[in-house]
């Protein structure tokens, strides 16, 4: 019977995954906020599933899901995208991430009892956006593909500082000492490994996708070879999902790039991904991303009343540093709509979740209150983020934040598009 009225749920959940796409349609609510809340409800709020029932199998799933979104992000970015939102790009995640983690570490230096490595951590934590939650957010709202483009490589470059500075953080509180230059050279080395194997991976399968094709129900094959290279590049301590990018990136631009390899070939002819292949991991990405969302809020934890109450603290500062960092650094050219929106859309994500959990898995002294706090904030930031496009969209606080934006920068374009 368990069996039967679980296959009923799934079902139930895929049907109202279509209909929250549509209410969508007609109010500008996310349909992650929709999923996320089911998910709150049948976990922490009404204790029906917890993420111990899922075992393994979550976090393979979860992986699974990032993968797929990030690949076809990467399918959707031309070559003349990334260079026109590189110089954007970067000032803006730089910014708003070291902002971040100074004024959250510091504020959690002063108000808990948390030592100056230990409140970094949670700075370093929750400095970043989700890319998991921020791409399919994103795919529905009406902007430009360029500042698009920005806000998805923001995410992918967050999650990778996010890791990088946390796990160097608790070297640091191991050690007793900050070492700054060894974690830009880990960050370096993490960009420029993940996406060679990303371009060499696919370039590889650009060569021999016309044969793979000649196969039976080949469709999959392609998926599978990104599992393969995403878990390579994990293996070797770098990060899979930059590769998982750039391999999506790369096969959907490869018929624009020159590559000496290829040029003086005339036994290899790459190919780039056609029309139905591109559906089908659409298709795949939306179901999957219908229960990734739900799988969040089954796996949130609800702390304490005054975590709750400071992580809402944090997270309200976390959206006011947003709005310099947007105004100063995104590109001049900008609608005003669109800069609104980057300003709103900073929700943590997954992989805060995840983060939150190694200090007190490594012992560090105050681990629990970390990872209750970063519950707090993860949860806080997707209602809200949730919230503020709904509301820019449908009453006046868009004009309070133009306001806000035009303060630090009269120069930007007040043209919708």
Excluded at 17 to 24: D, G
Excluded at 168 to 174: K, T
Excluded at 261 to 289: P, Q, V
Excluded at 316 to 338: C, G, Q
Aim: charged share 10%; glycine share 8%.
């Amino acid at each position: 019977m368990g069996i039967t009225l679980t296959v009923i749920l799934i079902g139930v959940i895929i049907f109202c995954a279509h209909l929250f796409s549509a209410i969508y349609s007609r109010t500008k609510i996310p349909d992650v906020l929709f999923l996320f809340l089911i998910g709150l409800l049948i976990g922490p709020i009404l204790g029906l599933v917890q993420p111990a029932h899922f075992g393994a199998v979550g976090r393979v799933f979860t992986t699974i899901t990032l993968i797929m979104i990030l690949f076809e992000s990467g399918i959707g970015i031309s070559l003349r995208g990334i260079r026109k939102s590189l110089k954007g790009l970067l000032s803006l995640t730089i910014l708003n991430f070291i902002v971040t983690v100074i004024v959250v570490g510091g504020l959690v230096f002063l108000f808990t009892k948390l030592g100056l490595i230990q409140s970094l951590m949670v700075g370093a934590i929750l400095g970043g956006t989700s890319s998991a939650i921020v791409i399919p957010i994103i795919d529905q709202l009406d902007m430009l593909e360029d500042s698009k483009r920005i806000l998805i490589f923001e995410s992918i470059i967050n999650d990778v500082l996010c890791i990088v500075f946390t796990f160097s953080l608790l070297q640091a509180y191991n050690l007793g000492e900050i070492k700054i230059g060894l974690m830009t050279l880990k960050i370096i080395a993490t960009f420029i490994i993940a996406a060679a194997f990303g371009v060499l991976g696919a370039l590889v399968w650009s060569a021999i996708l016309n044969r793979i094709r000649n196969l039976e129900n080949s469709t999959f094959t392609t998926l599978a070879f990104i599992f393969i290279v995403y878990g390579i590049v994990e293996l070797l301590g770098f990060s899979g999902a930059i590769a998982a990018l750039v391999f999506g990136f790369t096969i959907s631009n490869v018929s624009k790039i020159k590559f000496s390899m290829f040029r003086y070939s005339n036994r290899l002819e790459t190919t780039e991904l056609d029309s139905r292949e591109r559906g089908f991991f659409s298709e795949i990405s939306f179901l999957l991303k219908t229960f990734f969302f739900i799988y969040i809020g089954i796996s949130i934890q609800l702390s304490g009343i005054g975590l709750l109450v400071f992580g809402l603290l944090l997270t309200i500062i976390i959206y006011a540093i947003r709005i310099p960092a947007v105004s100063l650094t995104i590109p001049r050219d900008t609608p005003i709509k669109d800069a609104t929106l980057f300003s709103v859309i900073i929700p943590k994500g997954l992989a805060a979740a995840v983060l939150a959990s190694v200090p007190l898995q490594q012992g560090v002294v105050g681990g629990e209150v970390i990872q209750n706090l970063t519950y707090a904030v993860v949860l806080l930031s997707i209602i809200m983020t949730s919230v503020l496009i709904f509301l820019v969209d449908k009453t006046k606080l868009a004009e309070v934040y133009q306001a806000l934006l035009g303060k630090f920068n009269k120069s930007m374009s007040a043209n919708a598009h």
